[in-house]
């Protein structure tokens, strides 16, 4: 697995390689914040025995939070959840045929007893922040960077009303064609 | 696991026991054709170790088609494919809140790779006549109680169509209200 | 708000006192695993503003996790999401007329940046266990608490394999009717 | 905020500048058919507070009709119409994953007590148009407008039918390729 | 046409008899209001050119806004809004079938030109409220009763808490069953 | 077949008994408007080779248009189509988990070089009247019939009109309790 | 209008001309049938009067099937069919953002009494075909060249058949590139 | 029909050349594994006799498993399925306007007696290997290629695990841009 500098303490994992463009949104935010992280690959359907392995080993080894990402009958974040009792975060990745609709569903209608935290169809950006908040819940200085985070997406956004307030509608999206 | 009189050669599992009502259709089915089933829970979330267990043991003791029916994030079927090499059919169980659609996704979309046979929403006589047919491609016997199978299905709507020719719409509906 | 004994630490919110049936699960399997608890009313719609300052308060009281169930425009997991840097659990309530899609998808679908750990449609209980395992995370009190849980799930199952495997389907189903 | 000369009545917003584009098509029916607007992004979920005051603001400046658009889980229309009495029209943006579904079963299923009047989704141009109605509705200067508008549209569609009649499918079909 | 005490402002009007239990919500509310309003029967498939006339008068006569409830193929808010520059209300109704997606989609994805101001399914309240926004947009008096029936709303729901907190969960639900 | 008194010219056909309740409301609707029509079950599925021979048999005894009902994998028109020149009406049929959307996609999604025309979900009556236009086309007195039976659908509306006019929302929904 | 060399006995007409590229394939299909046939622009909402109007004088003008394409909201067919007792065809247009899906619930959900006949998604050469078998349920020339066109369409599959019989799949493909 | 070396024992059938390329997959994944197989085309509806014949002649012909490909209203592989006993594998191709959801809904759901294993979206692979599980459910030799394509499967994964792990994320996604 791919580390950060210090002991990771969320793992991202993914059912194939083909996710990793979009699951590398996890590790950019969690890099950002400053959580240490661990990325690989586990499928659930290839690689069956591994999740399992895995899973418990990423216990033992610190891992707090798993953010799993997998598309089509999106299998992986449900079966981590029930190999482990950490919280388990699934990133629904979009499809060729359904649009991520089945990623969703897959993954969102667990049954009762073996939760997933479910973000937004390809949304590993909000997976990372999830785990963020999660680790934040009982580690302050987690919880204050991620104020400041809130407060730069704030401020962002502020800037960019200003501009619009200033050159207009035109103008604006001259400028951002 | 509830067993037929000879060595079941058809496997009939389900996530949960509320699951039962819907997959007894494959059962007497297969009862009905004459082909030895067993049938049990087998919980992709509950007992992932037992799915594994199950289904290795299950190939060991003669098993040649596994049926699995499943609900909403219905992985059992998926995740029992990624154990075997045997024909594997899925049956989606119909949901409380998204009429089926949930299972029906979570089963059908799987990755290339892993194949999952899906039939009917609930269609867990279809996974039986299916199974019947997976046996009977290399057994005569039972591609020719398929057969006969077959000509009973006409046969009755052949009645059907006499009646109703014979009697009449109203009176048909009058005696089926 | 009604409290647990002890300094409540998950926070159960919901939009409409119609959704209370629904998130009584919650607050039942937080009691059963011993995580204090409060449970109110509060409508990202009709009171806008003490969605805010209820927010703001709950962080200062000490709660670690809030779990909002909404239906239909279910505005209220994101909103507070917006005002907050704890973890939000969405639970989409079952409306009348899409069955529970409108709720699903208004809650999972949030832009980058608002996380929100989408459950089940009609979820409330897999939003307690997640709220439980977001604790566990670091209480390993709570963690132990948990594996138990597993295992009496685990068990759970497995007695009715037991029972169905010595009583057959047929009875099986005759005694579950 | 960006304004046209006179006092604006119409307020356009929403969540991001990458709605930008989609909804300019509010601000150029406005303008063409005269009405003063001004436009400004407002985000429910990054800045939220400014939602609040942007929203009274608004109102005290003489606003009467609030165009929102929003994509994904949409919540700024809905959450705008909890802060005001005005009417609030809601334009479900397209998402890249859902193709707008989300967007607008998000805005248009809102619970009763706090109304959004939903346009098409991207419909822009239907929202300023709508926005026209409402205060033509109390202003018979705008109301002739719209007449206008209508009568422009027809006879537009009417030198279609015209050419179409005098140069045939094939000719037609191959000016406008 | 059933008419209110004084003339009529406000025209609800829907395809057929079958939706006027959901559409008499709007005239609730609009009476509570005190917005004068009448209700009729308009079909735009069994009276085509009643429909036509049926507008044409309505302006006439003064009304300012129309609410059109209709289901399944809900053609009448889309057809009358093309024969009217008044902001018309589109209230999908429920089907049979499609649970109201394809009234929803009927009414609201309507051409550039011709807006539709879409409320929730079934919404008839919420169209009753829109109507009187858009009324109130230049009637003081009339947003004078908004902002009270908004303040009763918010009272009603803190009502609600208050009893909640007093009773706790159980009560509570047993108190509602 | 059940026949009417003449010779039948429209024929109804279901892929099964359970659907005749439904297709049922096609044959009152012709024999209202007087066209001699006859009924018979021919499943797709169960037999086949009887769909051909019906379809080649129902043409040579002079039937003109053919309407056919079927729920889920609803191949029966599709498959009647494929067989004749003449034109078929598609009848889909409610199912139990999909709510009909299975069916209407299934007989309406022909490829290019055999139309089937598909009506409403559950709408044999308007099948029924389409077959009665399609032999109406090139027959005066039917389409009179059809004629007086779009004055007697419109004076059906007045007369409803009237009545709530007369007695007003509150009793009319009282009397139709 | 645009007419063949002779009288023209069906219509087809359009909400926009920018479906005029999709309804083409109607004209084709019957110019080389040899229908005559006029193709114009009819908006539903546009137009409202013209619909009416010209419904009306396409009947006297000897008009015996009206073939209407309309995408989103799409009211052109069933509004035409509510204003003759002609059959009337309709074809759902692809749309920008629900795939066609709120083109076809638009068109195929007609109440009781007003039926349209629905056919494929873009699906206007089943549209013409459709026309054609109506045509021909009293014409036989026609419907013998319905069966030449059945034929010919037979025989092109049977060559691809034997084409790809002789030069195998990687062959064809590559081919067909 | 093109045929492997041997005799074939697979059929892969589909409605028209331009599933070709999808199709091939199927064809690819056999022939790796060693099982001989013959493809061509069947045209449910634009040859519907020759889908008797050859469905009849296969079987005699000594094939075991029939794979059939078809999109939108896609009725071949339920209509082979209810021409023979023999297990019968759908794939559902894509479809240009509903992303293939059409095609699911007519191939999977089939009625009570008639069978077909429905496989991915576009899943000519999985069918592919469907077709080989079935095979080797009696046959050793299959099952242990097919054992070995699986272990295969599972050892490219674990070497792209490996290189994941040597790299990266950054430069993992760098080379495989």
């Not at 059912?15 to 996710?19: A, I, V």
């Given at each position: 697995m791919e580390q950060s500098n210090n002991k990771p303490i969320v793992a991202i994992i993914m059912?194939?390689?083909?996710?990793l463009l979009v699951m590398s949104e996890a590790v950019k935010i969690l890099d950002e914040i400053g959580i240490p992280n661990e990325t690989t690959i586990v499928s659930a359907h290839r690689t069956p025995e591994r999740m399992n392995e895995y899973t418990k080993s990423a216990v033992n080894r610190g891992i707090k939070v798993i953010i799993a990402g997998a598309g089509g009958s999106a299998h992986l974040p449900g079966m981590v959840s029930s190999h482990t009792t950490l919280p388990v975060i699934g990133v629904p990745v979009k499809t060729k045929s359904l649009d991520g609709l089945d990623s969703l569903l897959s993954i969102v209608q667990?049954?009762?007893g073996i939760p997933v935290a479910t973000v937004t169809i390809n949304g590993a950006k909000n997976a990372g922040l999830l785990a963020a908040r999660i680790i934040g819940a009982s580690d302050k200085s987690i919880q204050e960077k991620l104020e400041k985070y809130k407060t730069d997406l704030k401020n962002m956004v502020m800037e960019k009303i200003e501009l619009l307030d200033k050159i207009g509608v035109k103008d604006y999206l001259d400028k951002n064609k």
């Open positions: 059912g194939s390689d083909s996710d667990m049954p009762p």
